[in-house]
């Protein structure tokens, strides 16, 4: 029973993070969205994707420099 219950507890963790993707998918169905309005949201992650990488290759290029990237 305690295995049920933490695959219903996972299901409805998915279910309510997954609220408002299901909320701009049915406006977007309802009207004549254009393509970029569309895909905001993956502009959105896109962006961020960027963001994060750069501050990763600078946070690397630095222990590098350093000679630190190795030490455990």
Known sequence: MLGL???RLIGDL???LFKP????RL???KG???WWTSNAIN???LLILILLLGY???QALKF???GTEDRA
Do not use: H, Y
């Open 43 to 45: 502009w959105v992650f």
């Open 5 to 7: 219950n933490i695959f």
């Open 21 to 24: 993707f299901e909320w701009i």
């Open 64 to 66: 590098k420099r350093e």
């Open 14 to 16: 998915f279910g309510m």
């Open 32 to 34: 004549d969205a254009g």
């Open 27 to 29: 406006t977007l169905a």
């Open 56 to 58: 990763w290759m600078s």
